[in-house]
């Protein structure tokens, strides 16, 4: 398997996660270490000796078609990408390049190597593509959660350079036959996680009794998944999932960002009694430009399918975070 951003906070976990799962799996770990990617995710991996990490960009044909055929690849999971909302607004250049063009490359050689050279059949080779839910756009407060059928509305550069990439995954099912699945999941949280992040900005904050920067007014919600069950929720489509299938993944989690503040304050008053409350280190900052007010999932057809559902409950997964976060983790 080419595992392709495993430096990162979802694809790290999902090299542990499986690596942990499955002794005969061999993996190639293809990342560019840039500021979001770093090796230190890959410590402790369980069967370390299936693992061989390479710093590289999905870019680079030549590195790529090598890998491939060197490795013997059948199988491609691709979470490499630029990921941050704010930083596409700053700058979306490198977001068009890592996102649409980098997915593009990835496309072309897997089909190369699998169809032209190897001659696979479908059922000998897989790509499977790592997207996210804000290719749908925002919702309004009563509407239905996003379905797979849902149009695709992306209102950021960062979602909609994962909406091209979307696009071109099927396209390359559609056209020339490369088997493809694709996942588009909700926010994740746990360890591992960049600390630029919402969720680990805020425990930071409040193990160094900083103001807790929230946008805006607090309103805006998100569906919160645990990274573990983002990973077996991709473990199973990879293996059971419909050719072309393309499969909602979320926690049926729907906070607003003041709610999850609040929650993780209270999490620290009772951890840390002796600093006293942590709520008034809130601290309402300006909004983000276009910021989508609301996304829902409906992971109705995971669970029908493939017989998914998240596990972890919220308040143990971010009593597991925190727990991270306080040991230490997350220096990146
Ligand atoms: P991340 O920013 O933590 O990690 C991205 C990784 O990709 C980093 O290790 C980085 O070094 C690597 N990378 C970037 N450009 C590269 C390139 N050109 N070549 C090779 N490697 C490169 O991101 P994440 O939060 O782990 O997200 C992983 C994937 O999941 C992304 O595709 C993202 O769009 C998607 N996703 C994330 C979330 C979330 O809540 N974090 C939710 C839904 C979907």
Known sequence: MLVTGGAGFIGANFVHHLLGAYSDLRIVNLDKLTYAGSKSRLSGLPNAAHHHFVEGDIGDAELLAGLLRDFS????VHFAAESHVDRSIEGPAVFVETNVLG???????????????????PHQCRFHHISTDEVYGSLEPTADAFTEQHAYQPNSPYAATKAGSDHLVRAYAHTFG??????????????????EKFIPTVINACLRRQPIPVYGDGSNIRDWLYVDDHCAGIDAIIRHGAPSGTYNIGGNNERSNIDIAGTICALFDDLLPEKGAHAPLISFVADRPGHDWRYAIDTGKIKRELGWEARESFSSGLRKTIEFYRQGGGKT
């Open 103 to 121: 997915t593009y490359n990835l496309l072309h050689c897997a089909k190369e190597y699998w169809l032209t050279e190897k001659r696979f059949a």
């Open 73 to 76: 690849v059948d199988t491609v």
């Open 178 to 195: 490369l088997p493809v699945t694709l996942s588009n999941c909700s926010n994740n949280y746990g360890p591992r996680q960049h600390r």
